[in-house]
């Protein structure tokens, strides 16, 4: 997958936490505790539950499916998508 910086400029300027579509980042977050492995379109660290509100408006607007992660300790690989993940550690 290709870096996505340009359908996310607006939604990373509007954030108070970080948006992150650097291929490195979306690598690390594309595996969990399970065997699989799907590199998301980008990675959010929300800094309030504004900033959780817009990733998810963007996602609905953008038809990018949102993908909850906590430590990323998971098996079964629910915390991995194509979409954004977004990042509650």
């Not at 949102?66 to 550690?89: E, N, P, Q, W, Y």
């Amino acid at each position: 997958m290709r870096n996505n910086k340009n359908i996310f400029k607006h939604l990373e300027e509007t954030l108070s936490g970080d948006l992150c579509t650097d291929l490195l980042t979306r690598y690390m977050l594309s595996t969990d505790g399970s065997i699989f492995r799907i590199e998301p379109a980008a990675v959010a660290y929300p800094k309030n539950k504004n900033d959780v509100e817009k990733i998810v408006q963007f996602g609905k607007e953008h038809d990018l499916p949102i993908h909850a992660r906590g430590a990323g300790s998971g098996l079964c690989g629910s915390a991995l998508g194509k979409g954004i993940v977004i990042d509650f550690t």
